[in-house]
């Protein structure tokens, strides 16, 4: 019997990552899309440290705006992974920037 690994750290945020979204989406009874006030509780709750870190208040407006391709006033896991990417690139880009001040 072959034995069961278990997930890798990848696996796990790969895993995490969907959870969220699910619980945020779910909340509304469509848990195939956020809708802005989900978006809005998402971004409180899970990237609270991004969200008070802005000094404009209208800056989640305008990234919701920015992230719904479909133009409906949601947004999809596809849309919500865009959001995911774009901060995964902002930190690495950052990580880079202070170790190459390092050296």
Same mark, same amino acid.
């Given at each position: 019997? %072959?034995?069961? &690994?278990?997930?890798?750290?990848?696996?796990?945020? +790969?895993?995490?990552?969907? %959870?969220?979204?699910?619980? #945020?989406?779910?909340?509304? $009874? @469509? @848990?195939?899309?956020?809708?802005?006030?989900?978006?809005? =509780?998402?971004? @409180?709750?899970?990237? $609270?440290?991004?969200?008070? @870190?802005?000094? !404009?208040?209208?800056?989640?407006?305008?990234?919701?705006?920015?992230? !719904?391709?479909? &133009? !409906? $006033?949601?947004?999809?896991?596809?849309?919500?992974?865009?959001? +995911? $990417?774009?901060?995964?690139?902002?930190? #690495?880009? &950052?990580? =880079?920037? &202070?170790?190459?001040?390092?050296?």
């Amino acid at each position: 019997m %072959a034995k069961i &690994s278990s997930p890798t750290e990848t696996e796990r945020c +790969i895993e995490s990552l969907t %959870a969220v979204f699910q619980k #945020h989406a779910g909340r509304d $009874g @469509n @848990n195939s899309k956020l809708s802005k006030a989900k978006f809005l =509780i998402l971004m @409180n709750t899970e990237l $609270g440290a991004f969200t008070k @870190n802005q000094k !404009d208040p209208g800056v989640l407006d305008r990234l919701m705006k920015k992230l !719904d391709l479909e &133009s !409906d $006033g949601q947004l999809d896991f596809q849309e919500f992974l865009n959001l +995911i $990417g774009g901060l995964a690139i902002a930190c #690495h880009d &950052s990580f =880079i920037k &202070s170790t190459s001040s390092q050296k």
